[in-house]
Every structure is written in structure tokens, then in C-alpha cells.
């Protein structure tokens, strides 16, 4: 008959099964608690379109691949959907340029007819100046370009 030694490892390995077990309703508890979002800033008119946005949190941009990107939804109330040819978000003093915007996917909107989504293209640093720039390109190639001031609570 085999004999075990009375380690420490074999006095306490159930242990370990036991907390792997109890993890997973740890991680569903995190999971169904709902995320709070910042409220939704006011609705300006972009060409023919209500444009409604919201942040999706407070903090400061991302690095995401070789850009810095903020998080935005973005509602459109009035208008369809449907008529916009092309959407971006960007961040700065002046909205980046349509041409600069079509060479990269980072910036577009994207998403449903009920909500639009959006890595919007932002420096590293906001500055008093900066605004969030809307930019809708319809069908029938006109631009049409919106903005809102930076909350206070985001400058440094």
C-alpha cells in the first residue's frame, strides 16, 4: 500500500477545487450588475439629422492600434438612418478632414437604426479648446458637421 506524505499541497489541494468553484458565481454577479453611463449630452441639428451623444464613461482616451479613440453613442432622432452615406466622431479644435477620415476605419459611426456607435479619434491630452466634431456625409455628397464643448470635468 501506497503512502502519502503529509504535506502541506496535499493537506489543502481541495481547497483549491473548492475556490474554483465558487469563482464563477463571483464573475456572474459582476456580469449582471448593469453599467452606469454618463447622460446623454444635448441633441444639435447635423444637416438634415437630430444628433443626440453620449460617452460611454468619464475617463480619459484610449490607445487603441497607432491612435488615441473615446467611446461615444450616438442617437440619431431625427432623420434616417438610411441617408447617411458616411459618419465620424473626432475630438480637437477643427473636425479632421473628410479625406484624412475615409483612409482609416477608426472614427465611424457604426451599428443599428436605434443606436450608433463609435471609437471617436482623440489627443492624448484634452485642451480647453477641443470640441467632439459630428461629421455626416449624406447620399448626395453634402457634409454636414456639428460639435459640443468638452465637459469641465475632463480637462485637467
Same mark, same amino acid.
Do not use: C
Given at each position: 500500500?501506497? =503512502?502519502?506524505?503529509?504535506?502541506? %499541497?496535499? =493537506?489543502?489541494?481541495?481547497?483549491?477545487?473548492?475556490? &474554483?468553484? &465558487?469563482?464563477?458565481?463571483?464573475?456572474?454577479?459582476?456580469?449582471?450588475?448593469?453599467?452606469?453611463?454618463?447622460?446623454?449630452?444635448?441633441?444639435?441639428?447635423?444637416?438634415?439629422?437630430?444628433?443626440?451623444?453620449?460617452?460611454?464613461?468619464?475617463?480619459?482616451?484610449?490607445?487603441?492600434?497607432?491612435?488615441?479613440?473615446? +467611446?461615444?453613442?450616438?442617437?440619431?432622432?431625427?432623420?434616417?438612418?438610411?441617408?447617411?452615406?458616411?459618419?465620424?466622431?473626432?475630438?480637437?479644435?477643427?473636425?479632421?478632414?473628410?479625406?484624412?477620415?475615409?483612409? +482609416?476605419?477608426?472614427?465611424?459611426?457604426?451599428?443599428?437604426?436605434?443606436?450608433? !456607435?463609435? !471609437?471617436?479619434?482623440?489627443?492624448?491630452?484634452?485642451?480647453?479648446?477641443?470640441?467632439?466634431?459630428?461629421?455626416?456625409?449624406?447620399? +448626395?455628397?453634402?457634409? !454636414?458637421?456639428?460639435?459640443?464643448?468638452?465637459?469641465?470635468? %475632463?480637462?485637467?
Amino acid at each position: 500500500m501506497a =503512502r502519502r506524505k503529509n504535506t502541506f %499541497w496535499n =493537506r489543502n489541494k481541495f481547497k483549491l477545487s473548492g475556490l &474554483i468553484l &465558487i469563482l464563477p458565481i463571483y464573475f456572474l454577479y459582476e456580469q449582471l450588475q448593469p453599467p452606469v453611463f454618463p447622460d446623454a449630452w444635448e441633441e444639435k441639428s447635423v444637416g438634415p439629422f437630430e444628433v443626440a451623444i453620449q460617452p460611454l464613461n468619464n475617463d480619459a482616451p484610449y490607445a487603441h492600434h497607432d491612435d488615441w479613440v473615446k +467611446d461615444f453613442a450616438a442617437y440619431v432622432n431625427d432623420g434616417e438612418v438610411s441617408n447617411i452615406r458616411q459618419g465620424y466622431v473626432s475630438i480637437g479644435e477643427e473636425p479632421v478632414a473628410l479625406e484624412a477620415l475615409q483612409k +482609416d476605419d477608426v472614427g465611424i459611426l457604426h451599428g443599428s437604426e436605434l443606436l450608433q !456607435h463609435v !471609437h471617436a479619434i482623440a489627443p492624448q491630452q484634452y485642451q480647453p479648446e477641443h470640441r467632439v466634431w459630428v461629421t455626416l456625409q449624406t447620399w +448626395d455628397g453634402n457634409v !454636414h458637421k456639428a460639435s459640443w464643448q468638452l465637459p469641465g470635468n %475632463w480637462l485637467k
